[in-house]
């Protein structure tokens, strides 16, 4: 499977952003689908995943975050609202199958997107 993020760009601290992570193929349905981050000098962070039965979130974006699918389970999309200038990172789109009680570190995760840059300054 192969990941490509897109949407990524400069916002002012409160504004919004929506990116995008469509696969080349249709994603299994056993699978997680998620984003994570990472800022300069830091580790990838995880953000929040989907399955088909439910959303997973980092209390850093609680609220703040919505992750949603498309029908055709090929594109995931993270909406992000109210951000700050900590939110800045590079994000990237993951998949695969971790096991449950670790989702959130990098290493369950199978493929991943390049990456799309998230910057928050007025």
């Known amino acids: 499977v192969q990941l490509q993020a897109c949407g990524g760009g400069l916002v002012q601290p409160g504004g919004s952003l929506r990116l995008s992570c469509a696969a080349s193929e249709r994603v299994s349905s056993t699978y997680f689908v998620g984003w994570f981050r990472q800022a300069p000098g830091k580790e990838r962070e995880f953000v929040g995943a989907?399955?088909?039965?439910?959303?997973y979130y980092a209390d850093s974006v609680k609220g703040r975050f919505t992750i949603s699918r498309d029908n055709t389970k090929i594109t995931v999309y993270l909406q992000m609202n109210a951000l700050k200038p900590e939110d800045t990172a590079v994000y990237y789109c993951?998949?695969?199958?971790?096991?449950?009680?670790?989702?959130?570190?990098?290493?369950?995760?199978?493929?991943w997107g390049q990456g799309t840059q998230v910057t928050v300054s007025s």
């Open positions: 993951g998949a695969g199958r971790p096991i449950l009680s670790n989702i959130r570190s990098p290493a369950g995760w199978s493929y």
């Open positions: 989907i399955t088909n039965v439910r959303t």
